[in-house]
């Protein structure tokens, strides 16, 4: 079976200063990555280069063995960013974005955004606006807005950071499960209890190269 | 007439409905809203394109749009009066001295306000908003209506302001409008009009008219604002 994302060879530069030079990795479907590595080491800018918010030199990358250009968006490949971004609107339309962006009519989505809200737990919250939501409510939303689309592989930047007691722990059980239904999961943390799962697969950037 | 009179009789024209000073009104509202109307689109557009795209003489177009901003509205008036006089190179399309004119005058005096407003709206917000979008699947048309949207009260105070000046103009719409009674007189060459005559009293009830809207357009900008501050 073909691993769901490939790369030969990653570097990316800021200036003179060389920030990723990664021989080539593989992810696999069905399992969750924790990359891991120090302030400043690259995991956020790895994680934005894959899912094609920002540039790099790349070589090499394919998602499910079809070649994919740097730069370029893939529709089964969603970022959440650290601190997810809410549309100044309800929590449930901005569940049913990426559905309408994808040219879905409003009644074939409403049972996958019904789906998605009870998934992630936010059904009290479905009318709030963004700004009356907790962190760890707003990083549940954005978790459920982009497992709606039932993409094959989620980019989570640090998806437990700032976040304590239970909405971290809500969270952890959120992304555990995405795995668990199939899909890749990428996520660049520094909490021990995301990267200490059982069955995370661990990277760790060092001086600009994955170790481990 | 003493002042004091033609403050009277201006009260007179403004609550009796004077046919002609309402009239005025009207055209001034007409030109304004529908060179705004004109503006608007290819304003926003080009004020979002400028935030978000780096290519080169990007740099000059913004300082350009900048020194717009500040453009006497008589000279403005000035260039259009050449292009559409007789003589002009336009002067075949017979808009001088036309409501079209002034409408096309004020499009041209909102367009680089609605530039600059726009630009800042969307260089000022957060770049997760349009990133969020792509990632989510949004094309580029989808998304930056979304960003457009997540900045919306900044881009229609730049509508507003946009108002604001065509409405309160003189200059331009002086040049190109002739200041025809019944056709292109409006609030502003009405009052220069006028009190050129010593004819006050219509001088001051459109002037009272125009500073009711200026008020108006302000509050309406406050409000816009603090509604934006709530997010």
């Known amino acids: 079976m073909s691993p769901l994302l490939r790369l030969a060879r990653l570097r990316k530069s800021f200036g003179e200063r060389r920030l990723l030079d990664l021989d080539g990795f593989e992810i696999e479907a069905g399992h969750a990555y924790a990359v891991t590595g120090g302030n400043g080491s690259g995991k956020t800018t790895l994680l934005r280069i894959l899912a094609g918010l920002e540039s790099g030199e790349v070589e090499g990358l394919q998602f499910e063995g079809v070649p994919l250009a740097c730069g370029e968006t893939h529709r089964e490949i969603v970022y959440v960013h650290q601190h997810p971004y809410l549309f100044h609107t309800s929590v449930a339309r901005n569940i049913a974005y990426g559905l309408k962006a994808r040219g879905l009519r409003a009644a074939a989505s409403r049972r ?15 009318q709030l606006p963004p700004h009356k939501l907790s962190g ?3 990083q549940r939303v954005a978790l459920a807005r982009a497992k709606v689309l039932r993409p094959r592989l989620y980019l989570l930047d640090e998806p437990t950071a700032n976040l304590d007691g239970e909405g971290r722990r809500q969270t952890i059980e959120l992304v555990q499960a995405l795995a668990r239904e199939g899909a890749g999961v990428v996520i660049a943390c ?6 200490e799962l059982p069955d995370m697969r661990r990277f760790h950037l060092e001086g600009g190269k994955l170790v481990g | 007439m003493s002042l004091l009179d033609a403050t009277g009789e201006a009260f007179r024209l403004l609550f009796g409905g004077d046919p002609e000073l309402w009239g005025i009104v009207f ?12 503006a608007t689109l290819p304003g926003v557009l080009a004020g979002y394109l400028l935030a978000m795209h780096r290519f080169p003489g990007r740099r000059a177009l913004v300082v350009l749009t900048q020194s717009l901003l500040a453009f006497p509205t008589v000279v403005v008036g000035l260039v259009l009066y050449m292009l559409l006089s007789r003589q002009g190179p336009f002067g075949s399309l017979a808009l001088l ?3 079209n004119a002034m409408i096309l005058g004020q499009a041209i005096l909102a367009f680089p306000i609605l530039v600059a407003y726009t630009l800042s709206a969307v260089q000022g917000a957060d770049p997760r908003a349009h990133e969020t979008a792509v990632s989510l699947g949004a094309g580029p048309l ?29 200059g331009c719409a002086l040049m190109i409008g002739g200041n025809i009674a019944g056709l292109t007189r409006n609030i502003t060459t009405a009052i220069a009009l006028e009190t050129s005559k010593g004819e006050f009293a219509q001088g001051i009830a459109l002037g009272a008219v125009l500073v009711v809207l200026a008020l108006g357009t302000n509050v309406v ?11």
Do not use: C, P, Y
């Open chain 1, 112 to 126: 996958l955004v019904e789906d998605a809200i009870a998934w992630a737990g936010v059904d009290a919250l479905r």
């Open chain 1, 190 to 195: 520094h909490d021990r209890e995301l990267i």
């Open chain 2, 142 to 170: 989808r998304a930056a209506l979304t960003t457009l949207n997540e900045t919306r009260f900044a881009v229609l105070a730049g509508v507003i302001n946009g108002f604001g000046r065509a409405i309160s103009e003189v």
């Open chain 2, 221 to 231: 900008m406050a409000i816009l604002q603090g509604e934006g501050g709530m997010k």
């Open chain 1, 136 to 138: 760890g409510e707003k």
């Open chain 2, 97 to 99: 001295f036309t409501q």
């Open chain 2, 27 to 38: 055209i001034s509202l007409k030109v304004a809203l529908l060179g705004l109307a004109i």
